[in-house]
Every structure is written in structure tokens, then in C-alpha cells.
């Protein structure tokens, strides 16, 4: 085949292909069997691969994704993603209407309802139909370019079809529907890694996957909303949405043309009940202004426009009978009690267990074994008991009995004042507190000790090799080799040399992780990782810290009186300080660099340009360096910022826009250390 040849049937794959996708995910019609299609898809990759020059952007083969990220390129949006005004109530909403009536005045309009897809919003650019940016809210301003990620999305179209714009970005929200998610958290489990929380986040984290052939495998979908750009066709948004539906957009087919308050009720109250049967999740409903003439003269208020509104369900209810309930000891010693319900269906997910919170709440609400109770979802994977339907109750029912002693050691639980929980004090002998301890230790935001995972901790905990976070610096190749370990495939294998070395070489090379980070891993409770890099650049070494008073802990910055005292207890723990001093010796840093002030720039890269009031150009740069950024020469793709002074150079600014690599002033640079006052 000739080049010419070539180019042509490339472009005519592409095209029949898109075609024959299209019809197949928004219209379920197959107009070909799945051989013929796979059949064309590899003659395709074929022959991309032979004249990639003719690859197009807009080639089904993309779907499968290929591409990796190594992180996402920050991307300016050309214009703001807002957010809206929350209601929760048709009081709230009344509210909302008179304020359109007072500012409209006599003019006739009608509003929109729709559902709020409860997602990850997106914006996606087309340029002469091609789909070439598709970029994550961010903070309203810039974003994550996800563009290799959403491409995998096979409801999303890379190519329009009809008489579109030429420039316009789409918005709408990237979801994972139910079947998708709780298939997708079927695997996790059965790969014994923690389910995710809700559809929400597994989609948000799904998009961030540095390999998009990962992404390609979740069966993401998205609804879209929203359409933006200059002289677009039709002045309504019902009429923006049909257009953009002929042109090929997956365009959910709830909306609804609401005149007045009692229709935008009706809505309402219709998906409040049918929401369950939705195939996504939904967790309320945008009402918005049908005439888009009209929007520019309602305006904005400081974060969202004034012709829409969302309003929230409350969370979904349902009935079913508890069981029997569990106690789970946490890393820090508290004790939370779970129930374990009869199955019942709840948002997309059967639940079987859901959280009991504490105690007092226990003995509020009154809750017994035998009781049916009401379970609710929050923004976390364990529901919670809201109530007791004390109708149901049956007639032998006895009062619930809290535990006295911890119920994996045995050690009598107290409850620290002020506190609702009860606590196992038995910090070095209780199995659940060692072990998570230690699983927090070498996690990835702590020490990235990644050779050693659960199951190998416990190994090494129980064949009595390590009995706390420092004895992992003192293990020996030979202790080592030979031990019997669980596979990812879960099969039984036995450690060899090489397994033994890899894993002293992590160990080893934590070493080198920097003072705030150690101090996190040390698991002290209430320190996360914030208020670990907010006491170690105050206090700058393990010694300074570990004598300040609870007033000098609570002077510094975001440490109230509740961390300051969980530090002072934490080192006035003799066990504790054994534990810091064998870690020391180890080799763990125990202090800032020297010239090292904050991690808070850690993995940013900078272009400085222009002149700054602050600062001399040599003193920036060391500015940056001291909060762990660092400085290049010239701007490319993976600059992250460009610091910017006065005068900028205009080949800078121009290279900067070019790339979309976000430009900052030296007051935002002063924000993002938290150095402007
Ligand atoms: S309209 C300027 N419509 O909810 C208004 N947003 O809390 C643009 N969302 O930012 C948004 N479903 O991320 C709109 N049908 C819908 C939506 C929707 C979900 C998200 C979106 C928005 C947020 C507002």
C-alpha cells in the first residue's frame, strides 16, 4: 500500500469505525458483527502502526488507551468551572425563583430540571469536531489534562458528526455506573484491597490512573450538560442540549421543561423516589434558566451563576433488622462497633454492615439485636444506623451491652475525657494496633517502603522478627530468605534472595524520606500529614519538638490544642521515645535540611521571569529550592508554574500560553507557600 493509499484508508477506518461505535454504545444498534468490527479495528492498528503520521487524533483505537501519564499537565480553563448554590429544601428553592422573578421582572421564561450527576466534572474541548482537551475542574480556574484517560470513555465522542461549532468546549460529569462500580469492587475485594467508598471516587481515581489502558477497562460513562463557547447555535438550554445530541453527545434524557415552582416539585419528588432505579448515582437535582439571553442579566454571585440552582436529596433510607454487632480496634486504639444487618438494597449496593459510631449513640437510639433499624449512606463505604423502628420490636428484646475489655487483647477499655469512644490502651500488645501502625508506617505517603504489604507485616510480625516499626531497620537478609509469603495471585511462595535484597533495599532507602514525612509515619494520632509538615517546619528537629510544651504545640499555625496534646502524651511515652532514638540511629531523618524549609513545592518545577518586589531573581529561586521546588531554565510540558514578575519576557509568556502551563504572580506564589499576609 501506497502512502497516499494509506492516509486514505486510515481516515475511512477511523470514520466507519467511529460510526459503527457510536450506533453500538448510544443507540445499541450493531451494524456489524463484533468479527467484522474487530476485524476492521485491527486493520487500523495495523496500519497505524506501519504510517502513524496518518494516525488521527480521533481513532477508535484510542479507546483502548496506551498512553501513559506520568503526571497530568495543569491546564487554564478558557472559561472558569463554577460550582452552585446548594438547596435542600422547595422553601429554598421558592427562594431562588423569586429572586429570578424580582431581577426578570415581567419577562416571560421557564426553567430546566435536571438530574445532578454525582461524578467527576469535565470539560472537553472540540476543535472542527476532534475532541483535543478534556481537562478535570481543578480549582475552577486550572485543571488536571486528562485528555489520554477520557479518550478510553466510549460514550464520549472523538469525532463529531453534523453541523457543529468549530471551537467549543462540552461539560458534564464522568460517572461509573452502578454495574460497572460494584463489579469493579467485587475484584478489589476478591484482590483483598479495600472497596471504594462511593461511584464518585472510584471515577475520580480511575481518571487519574497514569496508564490509560487501565482506564479503558473500568467501563466509565458520562452525562453531559453543558455547552460553552462564542456564537453557538440556539438561545435555549434545552434547545443547546438537542443540537449537541444530533451532533453525537451522550445527552441524558431526563431533562424536563418546568414552568413553575409546583412543576420543579413534581420533579423533584419523582426522582427522590425513582432515583434508586437509576443505572448511576445521583444525589439531586440542577434547576437552571431555559433562556440563555437571559443569564448574562441574572449574573453571578462570588462562586456560581444566579440562573441555577441545585438542589440535594437527603441521603436515601431503608429498613432492615440487625443482627449482631462486632467491635473493630483501630490503629489508635478506638473501639467502633459495626453491625451486621440483614442484606438489604441501598444506592446501588447491597449492604451488610453498617457503623454503630460509639457508645452514647448506641445508648440513644436504644439499638438492640433483633431491632430493625434505618440505614443511611454518607460519603463513606460503611452506612450508618440512623434509628430504630421501635413498632418492629420484638417483645423479648433486651438492652444493648457495650463491652468492657478490648476484644482482640483482652485489656480493659477506657474512655479519655471528653472523648465519645472507648480506647485499648495496650498500644504494644494489641494485634490490630500493631499491625496498623505498621501498615502506616511504610505506606506511600509515609516511608514508601512498598516491598512490604500487609500480609508480609504480619508474617514479620508473628515468626516475631519485628514487634514495632523500628525493628524493620535492624532486619538482616537471613532473617529474610526462606520465609513463606502470600502472592498477589495468592499463591504460597517462599522469599528468595532476591525478594529478601528487594526488600531490604526499600527499607534502606527510606532512609532518605525528609523529617515531615517520618514524623507522619510515626502514626502519632491527630498528626496527619498536614499538621506533620506544619510542626516539622516550625519545630525543624525531632529534639525541639519532642520537648515543647502543649502551648508551644498549640502556638504553631493549624495545631489546635487537641494535636498539641496527643503530641506532648505521644512523647512522654518512654516506649515511644525507644522507638524514635533506635529509628535515629538507624539513619531515619530526624530534622530538616538544612537549607530545607517545607516539602510544600515537593515535585513542582518552576520557570522564574521578570522582576519581583520580594525578592531578587537569585533569592526566588532559593526560595523556591528551600520549600522543596526546583528551578529550570526554559519552559516545556512539565513545568509546572511560571513564576512570573514584572516585565516578563513576551517569548516566555507566549511558550507559557502556548503549553497551557499555568503563569503566576508572585502573590499567588506567596498563597501557595503560605507566606502572604
Ligand atoms: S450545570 C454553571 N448540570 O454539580 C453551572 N451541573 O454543584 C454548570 N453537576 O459544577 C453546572 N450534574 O460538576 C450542571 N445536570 C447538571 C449537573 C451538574 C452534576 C455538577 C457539576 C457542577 C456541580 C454543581
Given amino acids: 500500500m501506497d502512502y497516499t493509499e494509506a492516509k486514505q484508508r486510515i481516515a475511512e477506518l477511523t470514520e466507519q469505525l467511529n460510526r459503527y461505535n457510536y450506533e453500538y454504545y448510544m443507540n445499541d444498534t450493531s451494524l456489524i458483527s463484533d468479527f467484522e468490527f474487530d476485524k476492521l479495528l485491527e486493520e487500523l492498528m495495523r496500519l497505524e ?112 458528526h453534523g453541523d457543529y461549532p468549530a471551537d467549543f468546549e462540552m461539560r458534564g460529569e464522568i460517572i461509573f455506573p452502578w454495574e460497572a462500580f460494584n463489579a469493579f469492587n467485587e475484584q478489589r475485594v476478591a484482590n483483598g484491597e479495600e472497596p471504594m467508598a462511593n461511584p464518585r471516587n ?36 434545552l434547545g443547546r442540549l438537542e443540537m449537541a445530541r444530533q451532533w453525537g453527545f451522550k445527552i441524558p434524557q431526563y431533562a424536563k421543561l418546568c414552568r413553575n415552582i409546583d ?63 462486632d467491635f473493630q480496634v483501630g490503629r489508635t486504639g478506638v473501639v467502633t462497633p459495626v453491625a451486621n444487618l440483614e442484606p438489604v438494597w441501598l444506592g446501588g449496593t447491597t449492604v451488610k454492615r453498617a457503623s454503630l459510631h460509639n457508645a452514647d449513640i448506641i445508648s440513644q437510639l436504644d439499638v438492640r439485636v ?10 463513606e463505604i460503611i452506612p450508618k444506623i440512623v434509628g430504630v423502628d421501635l413498632s418492629q420490636r420484638p417483645a423479648n428484646s433486651q438492652p444493648f451491652k457495650y463491652i468492657t475489655h478490648c476484644p482482640e487483647c483482652g485489656t480493659p ?3 479519655k475525657e471528653g472523648e465519645a469512644g472507648f480506647y485499648c490502651t495496650n498500644e504494644t500488645g494489641c494485634y490490630p494496633q500493631i499491625l496498623a501502625n505498621l501498615e502506616l508506617f511504610v505506606s506511600r505517603k509515609a516511608m514508601n517502603i512498598d516491598t512490604l504489604g500487609t500480609e508480609r507485616l504480619a508474617m514479620l510480625y508473628n515468626k516475631k522478627l519485628i514487634r514495632n516499626v523500628a525493628d524493620l531497620y535492624y532486619l538482616k537478609m537471613e ?13 504460597k511462595a517462599s ?68 494535636i498539641a496534646k496527643s503530641v506532648h502524651s505521644w512523647f512522654n511515652d518512654l516506649a515511644h521515645l525507644e522507638i524514635v532514638v533506635r529509628l535515629k540511629n538507624a539513619g531515619l531523618r530526624f530534622e530538616l535540611e538544612d537549607k530545607q524549609v517545607s516539602d510544600t513545592l515537593g515535585g513542582k518545577t518552576f520557570v522564574v521571569s521578570g522582576v519581583f518586589a520580594n525578592f531578587s531573581r537569585d533569592g526566588i529561586k532559593q526560595h523556591i529550592e528551600q520549600h522543596g521546588g526546583k528551578v529550570v531554565s526554559s519552559i516545556s510540558s512539565k513545568t509546572s508554574y511560571v513564576l512570573a514578575g514584572e516585565k516578563m519576557g513576551p517569548e516566555k509568556l507566549k511558550k507559557a500560553q502556548s503549553l497551557g502551563i499555568p503563569i503566576i504572580s ?3 506564589y506567596l498563597q501557595m507557600i503560605g507566606e502572604f499576609n
Fill in 49 to 160: 502502526k506501519e504510517f502513524p503520521q496518518y494516525a488521527l487524533p480521533t481513532s477508535p483505537t484510542k479507546r483502548v488507551g496506551g498512553e501513559v501519564n506520568k503526571s497530568f499537565r495543569q491546564v487554564t480553563h478558557r472559561y472558569p468551572m463554577l460550582s452552585l448554590g446548594n438547596t435542600y429544601s422547595v422553601e429554598e428553592i421558592t427562594e431562588f425563583d423569586t429572586r429570578v422573578r424580582n431581577i426578570l421582572g415581567d419577562r416571560q421564561f421557564s426553567y430546566v430540571c435536571e438530574l445532578k450527576y454525582d461524578g467527576v466534572a469535565i470539560g472537553l474541548t472540540y476543535k472542527d469536531g476532534a475532541l483535543t482537551q478534556a481537562v478535570t475542574r481543578g480549582n475552577g480556574v486550572q485543571g488536571d489534562d486528562i485528555t489520554d484517560n477520557v479518550r478510553t470513555i466510549r460514550t464520549i465522542p472523538l469525532q463529531l
Fill in 666 to 668: 508572585e502573590t499567588e
Fill in 263 to 325: 412543576e420543579i416539585r413534581q420533579y423533584i419528588e419523582y426522582w427522590d423516589k425513582k432515583r434508586s432505579e437509576l443505572p448511576f448515582a445521583t444525589d439531586g437535582i440542577v434547576i437552571k434558566v431555559n433562556e440563555i439571553p437571559l443569564w448574562d442579566e441574572l449574573g453571578m454571585t462570588a462562586k456560581s451563576p444566579r440562573w441555577a440552582i441545585a438542589y440535594k436529596f437527603e441521603a436515601e433510607r431503608v429498613a432492615t433488622k440487625l443482627l449482631s454487632v
Fill in 202 to 237: 472510584a471515577a475520580s481515581g480511575s481518571l487519574k490512573l497514569q496508564d490509560s489502558r487501565e482506564v479503558a477497562k473500568r467501563r466509565l460513562d458520562c452525562c453531559l450538560y453543558f455547552m460553552m463557547g462564542e456564537n453557538l447555535p440556539a438561545d435555549t438550554h
Fill in 370 to 379: 433483633g431491632d430493625t433499624v434505618f440505614v443511611e449512606k454518607g460519603g
Fill in 479 to 491: 532473617q529474610l530468605i526462606g520465609l513463606e509469603v502470600i502472592e498477589n495471585d495468592k499463591r
Fill in 413 to 415: 477499655l477506657v474512655r
Fill in 495 to 562: 522469599i528468595q534472595e532476591k525478594g529478601a535484597a528487594n526488600i531490604i533495599a526499600a527499607i534502606e532507602e527510606s532512609k532518605q524520606v525528609p523529617f515531615e514525612r517520618v514524623l507522619y509515619a510515626l502514626g502519632i494520632r491527630y498528626v496527619g500529614e498536614v499538621g506533620a509538615k506544619k510542626l516539622a517546619s516550625h519545630f525543624k528537629n525531632i529534639d525541639a519538638l519532642s520537648q515543647a510544651t502543649v502551648e508551644e504545640l498549640a502556638a504553631v499555625e493549624d495545631v489546635g490544642e487537641v
